[in-house]
């Protein structure tokens, strides 16, 4: 009597790379931790000191902007990847429209606050940043986009439901 052996299908859920990928990130985590300790003073030997405090005045502007988007994404990830992988096309163009439309709120949200600091930079702390005002302006806007353009991260799980669909 012959048993039947069924080939094995191919594991979809990347538990085969877990440990590597947990790794990377907790890597990449290490490298950003030491490069905090590191930049600091490069900044102020290479800049100076002023420069140095523009340049922390920008990270803690964009460190409260990433407060705007309240963690949604990784909701939003969570859904978009539970429809799909139970094929429930209806739900998961819900899920896409809904995070198009609170992403791009967040990131007017974002643009927004980026604009009045760039504006109301200068009558509250211009006498305190005298000529480095422009600067620090100048820090704050390119900042802010950048925050702003990472409100559009709907490209990401766009390629997913595109694929979902069966058009790749």
Request: hydrophobic fraction near 50%.
């Amino acid at each position: 009597m012959t048993d039947k052996v069924e080939p094995q299908k191919a594991d979809l859920t990347g538990q085969d790379r877990f440990a590597w990928n947990l790794m990377v990130s907790w890597a990449s985590q290490l490298v950003l931790i030491f490069s905090g300790f590191i930049m600091p003073r490069l900044v102020d030997d290479k800049v100076g000191q002023a420069a140095l405090g523009i340049w922390d005045f920008g990270w803690s502007f964009v460190s409260y902007l990433s407060l705007v988007g309240l963690g949604m994404g990784a909701c939003f990830n969570r859904y978009v990847a539970k429809h799909r992988g139970a094929g429930e096309l209806t739900l998961l163009n819900y899920v896409a429209n809904s995070a198009l439309f609170v992403q791009l709120i967040f990131a007017a949200v974002a643009m927004l606050a980026t604009v009045l600091f760039y504006l109301l930079l200068p009558p509250y702390f211009g006498e305190t940043l005298a000529e480095n005002t422009h600067t620090a302006q100048l820090v704050i806007l390119f900042r802010g986009w950048g925050c702003f353009s990472n409100g559009f991260w709907f490209g990401k799980w766009i390629i997913n439901w595109v694929s979902s669909l069966g058009y790749t």
